[in-house]
């Protein structure tokens, strides 16, 4: 089955740098790669997600890439603003979407 | 829209006695659904999935079960809790057919404390 492992497990940042967490897969036929994040006491919750036919993706402040040759992907989150702090999960899944695979989960504390 | 209910938001029970926990969506039909454990500090592993009524695919042996008696209800079991079954659960829900998105929606959980 699918392995997904992610790094740091845990991430410090001052206001306003950027913050990077990465992840790797081992299934090549994963095909598309959601991140969540997830607020103290509640679910995670879908911020961006890329299909294996793109490289990049971006959304205000995050973007998401890609390298399907190396298997890896990583979340890249700019001008981290203290209400970043949370946990974020990677994941991974194949075409029929029925499961997806979470890496262990980067706690991301960024410091006003 | 679409909602999902996930009860209770925290239990604590005995080593030995039996779970239930249910999880209900609304606002779609046939609805992927999942079970998941959070250990503490941990990342979230896939107990169960359903892709329909009384279709429950485990992903791992343990001493959890899964039921889904009716389309939009996805419920949790055990006969004999264990100290290891410690956790937060979480449920989760997916569109089915091809025009679904591919994104999985989440249940505020439930904190489980075997004592």
């Known amino acids: 089955g699918e392995n997904v492992e992610q790094h740091p497990s845990t991430l410090s940042v001052q206001e306003g740098d950027s913050a990077v967490i990465k992840c790797t897969y081992s299934?090549?036929?994963?095909?598309?790669f959601p991140w969540y994040k997830q607020e103290l006491g509640k679910g995670p919750q879908l911020i961006i997600d890329?299909?294996?036919?793109?490289g990049e993706k971006k959304d205000q402040r995050i973007a998401v890439t890609l390298n399907k040759t190396a298997k890896h992907f990583s979340l890249h989150i700019t001008e981290t603003q203290p209400e970043d702090s949370a946990v974020y999960f990677c994941?991974?899944?194949?075409?029929?979407?029925?499961?997806?695979?979470f890496g262990s989960g980067t706690k991301l504390n960024v410091k006003p | 829209s679409q909602t999902i209910h996930q009860w209770p938001a925290t239990l604590v029970q005995p080593v030995g006695s039996p779970l239930s926990l249910e999880c209900t969506v609304e606002g779609t039909s046939n609805p992927n659904l999942y079970w998941y454990r959070q250990a503490a500090g941990r990342g979230l592993q896939l107990l169960f999935y359903?892709?329909?009524?009384?279709?429950i695919s485990s992903e791992v042996p343990q001493n959890l079960s899964a039921s889904r008696p009716q389309d939009r209800q996805f419920i949790l079991s055990s006969k004999k809790l264990l100290l290891s079954d410690s956790g937060f659960y979480l449920c989760a829900w997916r569109g089915s057919g091809k025009s679904a998105k591919n994104i999985q929606y989440f249940g505020a959980g439930t904190r489980l404390s075997v004592l």
């Open positions: 994941a991974a899944s194949t075409g029929n979407f029925n499961k997806f695979y």
């Open positions: 890329i299909r294996s036919n793109v």
């Open positions: 299934d090549s036929a994963s095909n598309y």
């Open positions: 359903s892709v329909g009524i009384g279709q």
